[in-house]
């Protein structure tokens, strides 16, 4: 799909765009603008979780003494 292979947009944010449009199109078939909906069938991209891990009382120290200046 052009999105994510050619704008190299992660699974996460095409999936979400995907999402929008289809939302567009079920109004349109509402409206009786359109009888179908051209986004059926249209599969997503497979989103793989990352695994986060709790910060350690050093990482989360070093966090807090940050200078944000």
Known sequence: MYLR???GLS???VNKTMS???M???FLIKEKV??????NGVERFKVVSK???IP???EMK??????WD
């Not at 359109?34 to 986004?39: A, K, R, T, V, Y």
């Not at 070093?62 to 200078?67: T, V």
């Open 24 to 26: 567009v199109f079920d």
């Open 62 to 67: 070093a966090h807090i003494e940050f200078n």
């Open 5 to 7: 292979e050619t704008k």
């Open 11 to 13: 699974a996460v944010t």
């Open 51 to 53: 695994k986060r891990d």
């Open 20 to 22: 929008a449009g289809n």
């Open 56 to 58: 350690t009382v050093t």
């Open 34 to 39: 359109i009888s179908e909906n051209p986004m």
